[in-house]
């Protein structure tokens, strides 16, 4: 099951239901189906905490894919993380897998990805919680003003929603 924790893009920043993707992960779980979450656009604090899905109790994935804020619009970069628990994923054995085709890796990705890394040990997160609620808060505080019809997200990522023919 893929799945972006908070809808980025096609929804306009969409926040689950709080007990929408533990459900969802309780049900694949049961059934033995793999649960991926897409943090490309929402992982590295965008929307409040380190990935989207730490808003949640009981939705850890198996498997996390980021990449977007990696690069810090530099470069293309991208990581896919698989947890512990996902043994099945592993081998012990196994080599790790190689850097695969001619632009897989390179310094300049390697520095912004370090340089990206390097910035968010540094920030206080605190002040950054903060700051992103206070957005929040202003956003919102637009709904229903002219033609926003709609604002929605978290931390740092939101989408408004304007009434028809307003763009």
Known sequence: ??????????????????????????????????????????????????????????????IVILSKGLGAGCTGVGVVRVARTARWLRHEAADPLPALGTMAAHPLMAAAWLGVLDELESIDFDVFTARGHRLGQALKSLNGVGPVRDVRGLGFLYGVELAPGML
Do not use: K, Q
């Open 1 to 62: 099951m893929l799945i972006e924790p908070v809808n980025g893009t096609t929804g306009g920043a969409f926040v689950p239901r709080e007990s929408y993707l533990r459900l969802v992960s309780e049900i694949c779980r049961s059934r033995g189906v793999l649960v991926i979450h897409d943090e490309v656009l929402t992982g590295l604090w965008r929307t409040g905490t380190p990935l989207a899905s730490h808003h949640w109790d009981g939705c850890a994935p198996d």
